[in-house]
C-alpha cells in the first residue's frame, strides 16, 4: 500500500495507462512540458514518453475535442484536458454532435474512445470562470458517460476504466479534493467500474447520496451524528453521474426510507434532480418522508468575494443539519 493523495492517483492513473497502452495519447493547454497542465495532474509525463504523447494545443477547446475524436476513430486513446470544466462550453458541439453519437451514427462500426478530463467546483475563490460545474449540460446524452471520483482510491481505478472504455467518458475531478484528500492505495493494478454507485456505508435509519467535495462533509457529518446523536445514516457515493445505477439507489431508498440528496450545483436542473424522480417512481411507497435536497442557491454563478462565495457552497455545517433534520422527521 502506497499513500498518495488525489492529484497523484490521477497522475499515476495516467502514466500506468501510457506504459501499458502505446497508443494512449495526452493534449490539452500547459498539459506538455514541464509545468503538466494548471494543477500539474499530467506533470513528468511529457518528459518520460515524449512530446508526441504528451503535447500542448492551443487555446481552443473545440480543436481539442475535435482533435481527440480524430484520434479515437484513427485507433488511440486520447486523454483531452480542458483546464477548467467552464472552459469545456465551447467544445460541446463538437462533444454532443460528433464524439457521443460517432457509434451510434456509424452502426458501431467507428468508436470514439475519448476520456476528457476537466477538474470542476468551487471552494477556490475561483470567481465566475472556475468554478462552475457543468456536468447537468452533458447528463442525458445517450452515448456519453459522465463520471467523477471522490475517493483517491477511486480517482486512480475510475480514470483507468475510463481511459479503456470504448465508449467517450467525461471525466470530472473536483479540484478542492486534489490536494486535500490522501488515502493508501494497493500497489498494484486494480480497476473501478465507471457505471455503479458505491455504498460507503451501510444504514438503517435514512440514506444520503452525495458525490465530489460534499460526500466528505456527508461522511463527517454521519460518522459525528452516529455518535452524538445514534443516527444510523447510509452513505452512496453516487459516481456515476450518467448512466445512474438506479438499482443501487432505488434499493437503499426502500431500505432506509428516507432519502437526502447533497451536491454542490445549484438547486434547479441537476443530477440530483433525475435521481429524485427515478426514487420517487420505483420507491415512492417506502418512503416516510419526502425526498430532501441540498443544493447551492439558484444564483447564476460562484461569486469572487470569499463571504458571498462561502454563502453560495454547501458546507459541513449544513449537511449535517440536513441529516439531523430529515432523521427527525
Not at 501510457?18 to 506533470?43: C, H, I, L, N, S
Not at 463538437?94 to 462500426?109: A, C, N, P, V
Not at 456519453?144 to 480517482?155: E, F, G, I, M, Q
Amino acid at each position: 500500500m502506497k499513500e498518495l493523495t488525489y492529484l497523484e492517483a490521477i497522475n499515476q492513473a495516467i502514466d500506468e495507462e501510457m506504459a501499458r497502452d502505446k497508443g494512449v495519447v495526452v493534449f490539452g493547454e500547459d498539459v506538455g512540458g514541464d509545468k503538466g497542465g494548471v494543477f500539474g495532474a499530467t506533470k513528468g509525463l511529457a518528459a518520460k514518453y515524449g512530446d508526441r504523447r504528451v503535447f500542448n494545443t492551443p487555446i481552443a477547446e473545440a480543436e481539442i475535442a475535435g482533435l481527440a475524436t480524430g484520434l479515437g476513430l484513427m485507433g488511440h486513446h486520447a486523454i483531452a484536458e480542458f483546464q477548467f470544466a467552464d472552459y469545456i462550453l465551447p467544445a460541446v458541439n463538437q462533444i454532443l454532435s460528433e464524439t457521443t453519437r460517432m457509434r451510434y451514427r456509424t452502426g458501431g462500426d467507428w468508436t470514439a474512445p475519448v476520456v476528457f478530463r476537466t477538474p470542476y467546483g468551487a471552494g477556490v475563490r475561483g470567481g465566475l470562470y472556475h468554478s462552475q460545474a457543468t456536468d447537468k449540460i452533458f447528463l442525458g446524452q445517450p452515448g456519453l458517460r459522465v463520471v467523477t471520483p471522490s475517493t483517491v482510491y477511486d480517482a486512480k481505478g475510475m480514470l483507468k476504466s475510463a481511459i479503456r472504455s470504448e465508449d467517450p467518458v467525461l471525466f470530472y475531478e473536483h479540484k478542492r479534493l486534489y490536494r486535500m484528500i490522501k488515502a493508501e492505495i494497493p500497489e498494484e493494478e486494480y480497476l473501478v467500474p465507471i457505471d455503479k454507485a458505491h455504498v460507503i456505508r451501510e444504514g438503517e435509519d435514512l440514506t444520503v447520496i452525495s458525490y465530489g467535495l460534499t460526500l466528505q462533509y456527508v461522511l463527517k457529518s454521519v460518522a459525528d451524528l452516529a455518535e452524538t446523536e445514534g443516527i444510523d445514516a447510509e452513505v452512496i457515493d453516487l459516481r456515476s453521474l450518467y448512466p445512474l445505477d438506479k438499482e443501487t439507489l432505488i434499493k437503499s431508498a426502500s431500505k432506509t426510507g428516507k432519502v437526502l440528496l447533497v451536491t454542490e450545483d445549484n438547486l434547479e436542473s441537476n443530477v440530483m434532480s433525475e435521481v429524485a424522480a427515478t426514487i420517487a417512481e420505483s420507491a415512492l411507497f417506502d418512503l416516510d418522508a419526502p425526498i430532501t435536497r441540498l443544493a447551492a442557491p439558484n444564483t447564476p454563478t460562484v461569486a469572487y468575494a470569499a463571504n458571498l462565495e462561502k454563502e453560495f457552497l454547501v458546507s459541513e455545517e449544513k449537511v449535517r443539519q440536513a441529516i439531523l433534520d430529515l432523521a427527525q422527521f
